[in-house]
């Protein structure tokens, strides 16, 4: 059985930094590509970061570029988000996702992923 566990969400200030982690169980991550979501009150789900199945490719999306970081540590199942500069608008619940990938692509489409945590709080104070 597969299972996707984001961690790692909490409160921060704004200005601030959290990193949030996803461990993914019952897979191996090699040849999953990986992506972060989130979806904050009344809105839709949106693409946050995506990594490539050997992390050699990342894709943000623009409200987070030069914020955020994707990274992942495919001998220990884990994909991270670096967060730094958090503002208030990152408010959000955040989701891990996984899919087989055959290609070393990221991929953003949020319908292309299989596998998906069940999500993780992250609060910021303005």
């Known amino acids: 059985q597969v299972q996707v566990v984001e961690s790692g969400g909490g409160f921060a200030q704004a200005g601030g930094s959290l990193r949030l982690s996803c461990v993914a169980s019952?897979?191996?991550?090699?040849?999953?590509?990986m992506g972060w979501f989130r979806q904050a009150p009344t809105k839709v789900r949106e693409f946050v970061a995506a990594?490539?199945?050997?992390?050699?490719?990342?894709v943000y999306a623009d409200s987070v570029k030069g914020r955020f970081t994707i990274s992942r540590d495919n001998a220990k199942n884990t994909v991270f988000l670096e967060m730094n500069s958090l503002r208030a608008e990152d408010t959000a619940v955040y989701y891990c996702?996984?899919?087989?990938?055959?290609?070393?692509?990221?991929?953003?489409?949020?319908?292309?992923?299989?596998?998906w945590g069940q999500g993780t709080q992250v609060t910021v104070s303005s």
């Open positions: 996702a996984s899919r087989y990938s055959g290609s070393d692509s990221p991929v953003a489409r949020d319908s292309a992923y299989v596998y």
């Open positions: 019952g897979l191996t991550l090699t040849r999953n590509a």
């Open positions: 990594v490539s199945w050997s992390g050699g490719s990342t």
